[in-house]
């Protein structure tokens, strides 16, 4: 996530490239920080959600491994699920 000129990322994108799989230009200056902001609240939330669902899910009565691994292998699965509660048979 990267702002500035386009000639000056243009430039700058080998050196990025030895410091990262992937660098996106957004726009002018101050764009890649707004974009970082937008995806750190995307990844906020993302946490928030799934700690409250295993709260939910423990004080309902499921194990936590069970949960995550029902979470992890259906329609609430995602990047951030799965970083924090991998299944163990993921592993």
């Given at each position: 996530?990267?702002?500035?000129?386009?000639?000056?990322?243009?430039?700058?994108?080998?050196?990025?490239?030895?410091?990262?799989?992937?660098?996106?230009?957004?726009?002018?200056?101050?764009?890649?920080?707004?974009?970082k902001?937008?995806?750190?609240?995307?990844?906020?939330?993302?946490?928030?959600?799934?700690?409250?669902?295993?709260?939910?899910?423990?004080?309902?009565?499921?194990?936590?491994?069970?949960?995550?691994g029902?979470?992890?292998?259906?329609?609430?699965?995602?990047?951030m699920?799965?970083?924090?509660?991998?299944h163990?048979?993921h592993?």
């Amino acid at each position: 996530m990267i702002g500035g000129p386009q000639p000056a990322f243009t430039l700058a994108k080998p050196y990025l490239s030895l410091m990262g799989s992937r660098s996106v230009h957004c726009g002018p200056s101050g764009a890649g920080l707004a974009a970082k902001i937008c995806n750190n609240l995307v990844l906020g939330v993302q946490q928030i959600v799934v700690a409250e669902a295993m709260l939910l899910g423990q004080r309902m009565g499921l194990s936590p491994s069970v949960l995550a691994g029902v979470i992890n292998t259906s329609t609430g699965k995602g990047d951030m699920c799965y970083r924090c509660f991998v299944h163990p048979s993921h592993t």
